[in-house]
């Protein structure tokens, strides 16, 4: 069988899983955030945390818990790792540097799982599993509960009511991401990954010599890790790494993951807001742009140039041999496309065209499908201004879901879009300027540019996966990468909030004639065609002078 028609029934086989799972997924989901009932193992945390679930909260209250539970995970992180050389279980490491901690901190709790470090050569059990499993779990769980926030303000009426963030935090976990992560985990151990709480053994190696290998708890951090679209890796190799991803078919169930509940919160939404046609015009945007990155990025990479690339198949630089470039190519485009940021090959080794599609995957917003909840409120935004486009062109009020898309709703919505990109290219521009962090950079020209650019944009957007090449465990990096990762989290889900504060303070407004039809194909290709004006527009330039210009070098 050739390369390319392997990577194509692997595309097709992911999708059929995909849609197999979309309705009981997405339905469970819409019931556990609707639901009045609560747990016995609920109530039981709520008392813990004192907290009243059943208590309506406005966006500034459900804002301030989700600030306050981010704050106290940062503190806990940044402490665990600071005292990991006296704790139990950190296998002979000391503790991680001040600067390593609080970019290692701020990154687990802001979904973004960067890591400038070796994942077997510095942290310990407790902080594998205590420490990072566990935000694997919330921070997966918050950006669920502020995309839901996000819908209520469409399903609501005049009572300004987004819910309780306590109760959207706590089911997000029990309900839905424990259960399904359980099972996931059980899969992973049949296809090979491991889960123990062994020490370090010696290894011997086929050249002669030695090296250290450590076990883990490997197995159910990977089952989160995809679920949650958190990334990260218990090894340096991320999800190359045959202790990881042993196996061709292991490799697709891990795709699978991390998109089954990003593409599966669209029939929630629906269902929220009592449309599964809204649903599914958003399901319909979001797959029309991953199915076009993922055939780009074959096509990008299967182009022959010469008589290695003929032989080989593809460009397989960089790429594990045991998945191929088809399946590394899906991969890359569904882990930039979801914030997730694991990685099964190096995207630094990737075509010059094809590590931009990693990039404008990102700087998209990674809306398709998106994170887990993350995606889903970016995509909405982003329905929100090309409504707004559509009222220009026809000189109407727009009107999105039956709420009125006015001048407040429309400034909250330009300010989501604009401060990712503005961290991005802020960023980038002051780490080329100055001398300092460019001796991190192991290339020069227009490769060492895409090195930077794709950090900033990776830790900006809550990614977390790296080109390779750059040297990011330095002061510099840690820490503007932290704040970058910081408010590239934090400050849009201000404005999402305060966006759904206002549309649920609206009364709705009836369908007109003159109303546009947003279940509609019409909608989904003006939808497709505004992200595509918007990030162009904002990146192109910046694109240009890095992975553009390497490509069309080549």
């Given at each position: ?42 109530k039981w945390i709520y008392k813990g945390i004192g907290a009243d679930p059943d208590t309506g909260m406005r966006w500034p209250a459900y ?492």
């Amino acid at each position: 069988m050739s390369p390319v028609l392997a990577g194509i029934l692997q595309l097709l086989a992911l999708i059929a899983a995909l849609a197999l799972a979309y309705r009981p997924l997405g339905d469970h989901m819409a019931r556990v955030y609707s639901s009045d009932r609560h747990l016995r193992v609920e109530k039981w945390i709520y008392k813990g945390i004192g907290a009243d679930p059943d208590t309506g909260m406005r966006w500034p209250a459900y804002l301030r818990g989700v600030l306050a539970f981010s704050a106290a995970g940062v503190l806990l992180l940044y402490l665990l790792q600071r005292l990991q050389g006296v704790l139990p279980g950190s296998l002979g490491f000391s503790s991680i540097d001040p600067d390593q901690a609080f970019n290692t901190a701020v990154s687990f709790v802001t979904n973004t799982n960067w890591q400038s470090y070796y994942g077997e050569q510095a942290m310990g059990h407790v902080v594998q599993t205590a420490g990072l499993a566990v935000q694997n779990f919330v921070s997966a769980a918050v950006g669920m509960a502020v995309a839901v926030a996000l819908v209520r303000g469409f399903a609501r009426t005049r009572n300004g009511d987004l819910g309780n963030f306590w109760a959207d935090l706590v089911r997000g976990v029990v309900r839905i991401l424990i259960p399904l992560s359980v099972v996931a985990a059980i899969v992973l151990v049949a296809c090979g990954v491991i889960q123990n709480f062994s020490g370090i053994h010696e290894v011997g190696q086929f050249s002669g010599g030695s090296q250290q290998w450590n076990g883990g708890a490997v197995a159910s951090q990977e089952a989160i890790k995809e679920l949650g679209t958190n990334g990260g890796g218990y090894f340096n190799a991320n999800s190359a790494h045959p202790f990881e991803n042993p196996t061709p078919f292991s490799n697709l169930f891990e795709i699978f993951l991390l998109l089954v509940v990003p593409f599966s919160l669209t029939r929630t939404f629906g269902r929220m807001v009592g449309s599964l046609k809204q649903g599914y015009a958003i399901l319909a945007t979001m797959a029309t742009i991953w199915v076009g990155f993922v055939a780009l990025m074959m096509w990008t990479e299967f182009a022959h140039h010469g008589p290695a690339f003929d032989l080989a198949g593809g460009a397989l630089e960089g790429k594990e041999t045991r998945f191929g470039v088809g399946a590394s190519s899906i991969f890359a485009v569904s882990t930039t496309l979801t914030s997730t940021g694991a990685v099964d090959s190096f995207h630094s080794s990737f075509t010059g065209l094809g590590g931009g599609i990693t990039m404008l995957g990102m700087q998209f917003g990674e809306i398709a499908p998106g994170g887990t909840g993350s995606g889903l409120y970016g995509m909405l935004i982003m329905a929100i201004i090309a409504v707004f486009i559509a009222g220009l062109m026809v000189g109407r009020t727009p009107e999105y879901l039956g709420k009125k898309i006015g001048t407040r709703e429309i400034k909250f919505a330009a300010l989501y879009i604009l401060i990712t990109p503005a961290l991005v290219l802020v960023l980038t521009a002051a780490a080329m300027a100055l001398p300092t962090p460019g001796h991190s950079m192991t290339n020069t020209g227009a490769h060492g540019f895409s090195e930077i650019l794709y950090a900033y944009t990776s830790a900006a957007n809550n990614n977390g996966s790296a080109f390779a090449g750059l040297n990011a465990d330095t002061q510099w990096f840690n820490t503007t990468l932290g704040v970058a990762m910081l408010l590239g989290r934090f400050l849009p889900m201000v404005f999402v909030l305060a966006l759904a504060g206002s549309l649920a303070g609206q009364k709705p407004v009836p369908e007109t004639a003159g109303t546009l039809r947003t279940d509609k194909p019409l909608f989904t290709g003006l939808l497709v065609g505004a992200i595509l004006v918007i990030t162009g527009l904002t990146y192109f330039p910046a694109l240009a002078l890095g992975p553009l210009a390497e490509g069309l070098a080549s």
